[in-house]
C-alpha cells in the first residue's frame, strides 16, 4: 500500500468514526486518536524518512489536507451535536406558563420593628434626630455622668452585668444622651433607640435584654410645659386621637422634677376593663426635667439651658399595641406568630 492510499484509509476511518459517534467525550477520543502526539497522522510523519526526497514535499501536502479534513469534520459533527444537545434540553426545560407560579414566601416584620419604626417617624415628623450608642459602655456614662454616682441606691435596682469594673453592658440608652450633649452641639431634639441589658429573670414581663427608646431635648427656655405637649402629641399619635394622658410625681436620679405618664386605655376609653385592669388607664413612660447636674457635667450651662428627657420600653408599646399578653413571645420567632403582622 503506497502512502496516498494509507492517507486515505486514514481519513475515511477517522470520518467513520466521527459520524458513529454519540457524544463529545468520543469526538475528543477520536482527535486524539488520529491528530495528537502520538495519533495516526503523526506516525505518518514520522515514517517520511523512508519517503523519496523528491515525493516528501507531496506527502507532507497529503498529509496537511487529511488533517485538515478531519479536523473540519470533528468540528462540524462537534457544533451538529451541541445543537441536538441544546434543542434537547430546551424541550426539557420548557416552562407552561398556564401552571399556576409557585407562592413566593415573603418574610414579616418583627412587632418590635414595626413599633419603633412608628416611634420614630412621630418624633422625626417632630424634628428629632435618631442616635445610636454604644450597647458596651464605660460606668461613667451609664450611671455617673447620669447622677447616679457610686454607692447609689439606683445602682442596685437595676443589677448591671458588669465586664470589668469600669466596663458593663448600658443598663439604659441614656448614656447615648450624654455623649451627644458633651459633642457640644446645642440645641438637641434626638430619640436613642437601643438594646439594654439587666440582670432579669425571664417570665412574661422581664428579659436580660430588651430595647429602650431615650429621648432627649435640650434648648434655651424649655419647660415642663414643652415636655407634656410633646408626649401629649406622641400618645395620639401612637394611640389615637382620643388618647389621653396625666402625669403622676416619680423620682429619676436624672430629671428634676420627674414622673411617671400614663395614657388612656385605648381599648375601653378609660371607662375601664380587663386591658387597664378596670382603672381606665396605662402606664407607658417615665420622663422629667434633665437634672442642672447633669447639664453641668456634660459641659452645658444650666444657667442658659434647660431640657426634658423621657424614656419608653419598646417591647411595653409592642405589648400594649397589639395585645401581647407575654414578652416572650417576641423573642421565639415562631413564624406562626409573626405572620400576625
Not at 22 to 48: C, D, Q, S
Not at 224 to 246: H, I, M, P, Q, Y
Request: aromatic letters at 8%.
Amino acid at each position: 500500500m503506497d502512502m496516498k492510499e494509507r492517507l486515505e484509509q486514514i481519513k475515511a476511518e477517522a470520518i467513520r468514526q466521527i459520524e458513529a459517534s454519540e457524544k463529545l467525550e468520543r469526538l475528543n477520543e477520536i482527535r486524539v486518536n488520529y491528530l495528537g502526539k502520538k495519533g495516526e497522522l503523526t506516525a505518518v510523519l514520522k515514517g517520511m524518512k523512508d519517503v523519496a526526497a523528491e515525493e516528501r514535499p507531496r506527502v507532507g501536502q497529503m498529509v496537511n489536507e487529511a488533517r485538515e479534513e478531519i479536523e473540519k469534520r470533528l468540528e462540524n459533527f462537534k457544533q451538529k451535536m451541541e445543537r441536538v444537545a441544546l434543542e434537547a434540553r430546551m424541550k426539557a426545560e420548557v416552562i407552561d406558563v398556564t401552571l399556576p407560579a409557585r407562592k413566593n414566601n415573603v418574610g414579616h416584620r418583627h412587632p418590635n420593628t414595626i413599633a419603633l419604626e412608628e416611634v420614630e417617624r412621630i418624633f422625626i415628623g417632630m424634628g428629632y434626630e435618631v442616635v445610636e450608642g454604644p450597647e458596651i459602655e464605660k460606668d461613667y456614662y451609664n450611671f455617673e455622668a447620669l447622677n447616679i454616682p457610686d454607692g447609689h441606691p439606683a445602682r442596685d435596682e437595676q443589677d448591671t452585668f458588669y465586664i470589668t469594673s469600669d466596663i458593663l453592658l448600658r443598663t439604659q440608652t441614656s448614656s447615648t444622651q450624654v455623649h451627644e450633649m458633651e459633642k457640644g452641639r446645642l440645641p438637641i431634639r434626638m430619640i436613642a433607640p437601643g438594646r439594654v441589658f439587666r440582670s432579669d429573670e425571664v417570665d412574661a414581663t422581664h428579659s436580660p435584654s430588651f430595647h429602650q427608646i431615650e429621648g432627649l431635648v435640650i434648648d434655651k427656655n424649655v419647660t415642663f410645659s414643652d415636655l407634656k405637649g410633646t408626649l401629649a402629641e406622641f400618645a395620639k399619635e401612637l394611640f389615637g386621637d382620643k388618647t389621653r394622658v396625666k402625669f403622676r410625681p416619680h423620682h429619676f436620679p436624672f430629671t428634676e422634677p420627674s414622673a411617671e405618664m400614663d395614657v388612656s386605655c385605648f381599648k375601653c376609653g378609660g371607662s375601664g376593663c380587663r386591658f387597664c385592669k378596670g382603672s381606665g388607664w396605662i402606664e407607658i413612660l417615665g420622663c422629667g426635667m434633665v437634672h442642672p447636674r447633669v447639664l453641668t457635667m456634660s459641659g452645658i450651662d444650666p444657667e442658659e439651658y434647660t431640657g426634658f428627657a423621657f424614656g419608653v420600653g419598646l417591647e411595653r408599646i409592642a405589648l400594649l399595641k397589639y395585645e401581647i399578653d407575654d414578652m416572650r413571645l417576641l423573642y421565639e420567632n415562631d413564624i406562626r406568630f409573626l405572620k400576625q403582622f
